[in-house]
């Protein structure tokens, strides 16, 4: 870390232990999201943190972006989602959208403002997204939606929402993206699901019923919505990895602090050996997940991005903040499996960003899929 990412996360930390972590406990189990949170930290500068400045960004590079990320996600697995998932937006507005759309778009969700949603998912195309079956119709002056998004991270918050809908015949080519704002006619949300953790940030369904899109909220050109939404996603993947090194890095300060207080058979059971290659084994690999993360952050800010490295980020840092998080209630034992402590509420968060942006059976077809050509190619 470099002087100014240790003093961006300094204070980062402090706004966190002062203005999240006093209400996790509580927001968590009444599934409360709150907006000056989220604005609070756009006015550190964080919502918008890769963007050029012209849009409201902060110009940043993706590795300040992973250790703010981290630094969040150590207080707030599901406030660093909404962040994460807002910045996707933004990418892909800057990487796709028209001069009209950006200026339009962009400076609301960078300075935090307003928060942006991805709806590619539906219930029957989550991993197979390319079989979505929600449909645009070319009508006058722009196109007609019609069908439902399935799981939509703020959902019912966010105001603009990049969405991928059928213009064309079956398959990915058939698929093109529009930007929707909330309070279009037509567009409603259905029910908020119900779910074992990120309980601090609403899933909600998308209801498109004979909603209508001007033609210039079409991002690129028909056909191309699958592009626009593969666009973002291996900067989606490394952010979910640097949430997943913060959800692990807590878990490992709660096991380490816990277990050189807790006494028994009159010592600190930090003191037990099997506890100690626990401790050890929990270290290690929340620090080779940060490691990866910031290697694919890297390329990110290479301009070159490694495809490859951003899957493996994404799968190590999930998978570790699954392994250590679960590891973390075994250390504390019986207050472990209890809210006295947090590391139940992070191993409950860590769960599904094995399963978001693509699951982890998906990074390691992506991981095969560039194998198999780097191989090949050797051959
Ligand atoms: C809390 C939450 C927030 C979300 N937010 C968003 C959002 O903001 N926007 C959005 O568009 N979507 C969102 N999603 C949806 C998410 O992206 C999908 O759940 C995910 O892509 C997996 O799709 P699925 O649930 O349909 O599972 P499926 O695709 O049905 O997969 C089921 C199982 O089969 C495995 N599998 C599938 N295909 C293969 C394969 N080829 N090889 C090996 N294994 C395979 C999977 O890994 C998984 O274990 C969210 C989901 C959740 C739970």
Request: charged share 25%.
């Amino acid at each position: 870390m470099n002087d100014f990412q240790k003093e961006l996360t300094s204070n980062l930390n402090r706004y966190c232990l002062n203005s999240i972590e006093p209400h996790m406990e509580h927001d968590d189990e009444a599934g409360k999201f709150r907006m000056e949170i989220f604005q609070g930290l756009g006015e550190y500068g964080v919502t918008g943190m890769t963007l050029p400045e012209e849009y409201g960004g902060a110009g940043l590079t993706y590795q300040d972006y992973c250790y703010v990320l981290e630094e969040i996600a150590k207080t707030s697995v599901p406030y660093a989602v909404t962040i994460s998932v807002s910045s996707m937006v933004q990418t892909i507005l800057k990487e796709f959208g028209n001069k009209e759309q950006k200026q339009k778009y962009l400076p609301a969700l960078t300075s935090g403002q307003e928060i942006g949603a991805f709806a590619l998912s539906e219930s029957h195309a989550g991993s197979d997204a390319g079989a979505l079956k929600t449909t645009a119709k070319k009508v006058d002056g722009g196109y007609m939606l019609n069908g439902t998004k399935m799981w939509i991270t703020s959902g019912g918050i966010a105001k603009t929402y990049i969405v991928m809908a059928r213009t064309g015949g079956e398959g990915s080519k058939g698929v093109s993206a529009f930007i929707v704002r909330e309070g279009t006619q037509g567009f409603s949300f259905g029910k908020a699901e119900k779910k074992m953790g990120w309980k601090t940030s609403p899933t909600r369904e998308l209801i498109f019923e004979n909603c209508f899109v001007p033609t210039e909220n079409l991002l690129l050109e028909e056909g191309k919505g699958f592009q626009v939404a593969m666009g973002g996603l291996d900067r989606g993947r490394v952010a979910i990895g640097a949430i997943g090194v913060g959800c692990a890095q807590r878990a490992l300060d709660e096991s380490i602090k816990y277990s050189l207080t807790r006494q028994q058979f009159k010592q600190p059971i930090f003191d037990f050996q099997g506890l100690q290659f626990m401790l050890s084994d929990m270290a290690t690999e929340t620090e080779a997940s940060r490691l990866l993360v910031h290697a694919a952050a890297a390329s990110l800010d290479s301009g070159k991005a490694n495809s490859k490295l951003c899957s493996m980020a994404k799968l190590k840092a999930t998978d570790t903040a699954m392994k250590v998080t679960t590891d973390a209630v075994q250390v504390l034992g019986g207050v472990g499996y209890t809210s006295e402590y947090p590391v139940e509420r992070f191993m409950r968060d860590a769960k599904v960003l094995q399963i978001v942006e693509g699951t982890n059976q998906i990074q390691r077809v992506v991981i095969a899929r560039h194998l198999r050509r780097e191989y090949e190619g050797h051959a």
